[in-house]
């Protein structure tokens, strides 16, 4: 019963832009019943970025944008879609700029090589040293 | 009349400053020797007057004189006395001419009591700091001028974002600065060692203190903005990789690797190129954060100026300083060799490890900063947030914090890994206990604070171990000093890992008499009434908070409605215990009399700031005993001086 609720709020659910109009979405400052299903809402809403705001996520902006979005997360997580499912329809809705984890595409490359760059930098200048230091004192 | 003798003073210490770098420089050469003597005291002079240009701006904004744009932008007459004072820097010409100040107060004070160098590095490293201090006096004077009066004087000021308006924040910015430009002389000693080839244990000694202090007011710096960043915005969050914030962690993380590198050097005469070039990195990590904060390039509530031509100001400035100091690093890497060699099992390396991890870190946090602002760029927006920078920062932290439990056990030049094998076998028990303890009692918590944790706890016992043995009373302040900083860095882990593991929240709209549990605590929403302050109105909340049947503790949250500017804050109310915060807020009027609220309880969670002001205390006293340690070494260098001269006689 809950589920064809919460899939029937969806359907009535207006473009997000649109909603600073209408009354504050119920699930924006409302937790969901099941505890578990609270926690995989808030791990994600976490890395969510609040549109309006400044570097803060969707789980601590007092933004009405804020308020929806978290309103469509714990709403579509109650009808039970994965925490994934939702991020790319965020994605695809507001484009890259919504999620905090960067999604592996070419644009984002560069910041996964970096680390490995890292990586491998910081293992050659410490085997190189190690080396250079055993050969010296031998 | 103040603004204008003000800004006199300024264009006096810029071209005293212009002095400086042209003496300094000239009496490098054969000819222009006699010019050295007077470097130190146009140094002395041109700090004093910057500061005296910045105290008349101090008055300015104390006595609300609207005549000048500064003041009328930024303050108001009904403002309280603190946040008069406070605005004078919590603005974007005010700050720049704060960071001026506290440079040329550094110079002052380098060319007044610095005497160990060679004369020849003294002057290069005044030239030096004089070279850097000329570009941000060029920047005030010609793009962010702070004494511009208005052709009419305004009615009344605009006032100070309320959100600044606060105790904590009106001291944040400060200690900021004092971190950022206690690095400019570092990064000076750099210079003037590179361009005389004059690296070794005086420079590492001589430039130590300056990183150290740096390093403390950055330490504390860091660690307020981040409370004032979990009780000011009312969600609880203390840590969001938010550029701003990131603009901090840069410049502490480089000055964490120079002050472990200049200790190597200062002790044993080993790591000399990589000191130099962590000198320069540290202070262009600055410049960095003061762009990203300046330029107006990220728009926040830190970013006071959005102005396109300041930015490009800054970024010519940072060219010059960091491109210059780069090309001279490259053209004397070669003269200057890496200096005493080290066994792969010796403290040295253990700090080589720690250094590669810092850096490695500082990478992929610059990277992260700046990659968004780059894609912004060729109009790709991305998003960079703590899903990236906690688990990549992890693959060098994770490393780090186990060398970190080792490496102060460890003989300098070469040590057998079986002689310290034993003792730190008790740490190693200590955090594999804590992991058991984690899975048997709390089953579904998450790797990273599981990890976290019982690192936490291993390093906490390994980090006391240097004091092991060793008579207390004797043991060297600066052994102290290191020994209270690692812990404040289990500390303030064991803190973070703890409110990411066990934090609990409720989101509830209550009416007045109504009560929640969250965690182990009943809360009762008590009353809600309205209140008043010397320039807001509010609703306050009054909550009763009780633990297990216990008294009740009282607790007030408020909406506060600012009027110059208008804005809403929520002011959050705190509970602390010795195990914890009750964290409680008071959100907006919901419908039928009910009114949102939101509780948490956050186990342990003051413990990250408990850590941070551990790690300053431990870099205090660290200063403490280098400090003490340099001034009896002056006193009896005097003292030998004086018995010559008497026996000359």
Redesign the interface.
């Known amino acids: 019963m809950k589920r064809v609720l919460a899939l029937a709020l969806l359907f009535v659910a207006v473009p997000v832009g649109a909603q600073d109009l209408l009354p504050?979405a119920p699930y924006a400052?409302?937790?969901l019943d099941d505890p578990r299903q609270e926690a995989e809402a808030?791990a994600l809403m976490?890395?969510l970025?609040c549109l309006k705001c400044?570097?803060?996520?969707i789980?601590?902006?007092?933004a009405s944008m804020a308020g929806d979005m978290r309103h469509q997360v714990r709403s579509r997580i109650a009808a039970g879609e994965e925490p994934e499912e939702i991020r790319e329809w965020l994605v695809e809705r507001y484009?890259?700029?919504?999620?905090?984890?960067?999604q592996v595409r070419p644009?984002?490359l560069?910041?996964f090589a970096?680390?490995i760059v890292?990586?491998i930098?910081?293992v050659v200048?410490?085997r190189r040293?190690?080396r250079k230091?055993?050969e010296?004192?031998e | 009349m103040i603004a204008e003798l003000g800004l006199a003073m300024l264009w006096l210490a810029a071209a005293l400053a212009l002095l400086q770098l042209a003496a300094g420089a000239f009496a490098l050469s054969a000819r222009g020797r006699e010019l050295g003597g007077i470097v130190r005291p146009v140094a002395v002079v041109q700090g004093v007057l910057c500061a005296l240009s910045f105290f008349a701006l101090i008055v300015l904004f104390l006595r609300t004189d609207l005549s000048v744009k500064l003041v009328a932008t930024n303050s108001h007459s009904l403002k309280p006395f603190v946040y008069k004072l406070a605005g004078t820097w919590g603005n974007h010409e005010g700050s720049m001419l704060l960071w001026v100040t506290v440079m040329g107060l550094a110079g002052s004070f380098v060319a007044l009591f610095e005497r160990r160098l060679r004369e020849a590095t003294m002057l290069a490293t005044l030239a030096g700091q004089a070279f850097v201090s000329i570009g941000f006096y060029a920047f005030l004077l010609f793009s962010s001028n702070p004494f511009e009066r208005l052709p009419e004087p305004a009615a009344e000021g605009n006032g100070l974002n309320p959100l600044l308006q606060d105790i904590g924040l009106a001291f944040h910015p400060p200690t900021l600065y004092l971190g950022y430009v206690g690095l400019s002389v570092a990064f000076s000693f750099a210079i003037g060692a590179l361009i005389t080839r004059d690296v070794g244990p005086a420079f590492a000694r001589a430039m130590r203190p300056w990183v150290l202090g740096a390093w403390i007011f950055l330490s504390l710096g860091i660690t307020a903005g981040s409370y004032w960043a979990y009780y000011e915005l009312g969600w609880g969050g203390w840590w969001f990789w938010d550029p701003v914030e990131n603009a901090s962690l840069m410049p502490w993380l480089a000055a964490t690797a120079l002050l472990h590198s200049a200790s190597v050097l200062a002790a044993r005469n080993a790591l000399r190129a990589w000191t130099v070039m962590l000198g320069v990195v540290a202070f262009s990590m600055s410049m960095i954060g003061t762009f990203l904060v300046r330029s107006g390039i990220l728009t926040s509530v830190h970013a006071f100026a959005v102005d396109p031509e300041r930015g490009s100001f800054i970024l010519a400035l940072l060219a010059i300083y960091i491109g210059g100091a780069l090309a001279l690093f490259a053209t004397r890497a070669s003269t200057i060799t890496e200096g005493a060699r080290f066994a792969p099992v010796s403290r040295e390396s253990a700090l080589v490890v720690n250094n590669v991890a810092l850096s490695a870190i500082l990478g992929i946090v610059l990277v992260g900063t700046l990659y968004p602002l780059l894609t912004e760029a060729f109009d790709e927006k991305v998003s960079v947030g703590p899903p990236y920078f906690n688990p990549m920062g992890a693959i060098f932290f994770v490393p780090m914090l186990v060398v970190m439990a080792i490496g102060p056990m460890l003989r300098w030049r070469g040590d057998r890994a079986a002689r310290v094998s034993g003792k730190l076998a008790i740490p190693a028990l200590a955090a594999a206990a804590t992991a058991l303890g984690l899975v048997a009692l709390a089953p579904t918590i998450k790797p990273m604070p599981f990890l976290g944790i019982a690192l936490a706890v291993g390093l906490a016992v390994a980090s006391v171990l240097p004091l092991v043995g060793r008579e207390l009373k004797r043991t060297p302040l600066p052994t102290w000093g290191m020994v209270v900083a690692h812990f404040g860095i289990a500390v303030a882990l064991f803190g973070v890992g703890s409110d990411s593991a066990f934090s609990t929240e409720k989101l509830v709209a209550s009416r007045v008499g109504e009560t929640h549990a969250v965690g182990p605590w009943q809360v009762t929403l008590s009353d809600i009434e309205p209140v008043a302050g010397p320039n807001w109105t509010a609703i306050e909340a009054t909550m009763a908070a009780s633990h297990a049947g216990g008294a009740a503790s009282e607790l007030h949250s408020q909406s506060r409605n600012f009027t110059s500017p208008p804005l809403v804050t929520s002011e959050s109310a705190l509970l602390t215990r010795w195990n914890g915060q009750l964290y409680a807020v008071l959100g907006e009027e919901a419908d039928d009399q009910r009114w949102q609220l939101r509780l948490w309880w956050k186990p342990f969670v003051p413990m990250i700031w408990y850590g941070g002001l551990l790690i300053g205390l431990g870099g205090l006293l660290a200063l403490i005993g280098r400090v003490a340690h340099d001034v009896r070494r002056l006193r009896a260098e005097g003292k030998i001086a004086y018995r010559r001269q008497r026996q000359g006689r």
């Not at chain 1, 789980?59 to 007092?62: I, K």
């Open positions: 504050p400052y409302k937790q808030l976490e890395t970025r400044q570097s803060q996520s789980a601590d902006s007092d484009g890259d700029y919504v999620t905090y984890t960067p644009l984002t560069p910041l970096a680390p890292f990586l930098l910081a200048l410490l040293r190690f230091r055993s010296g004192t």
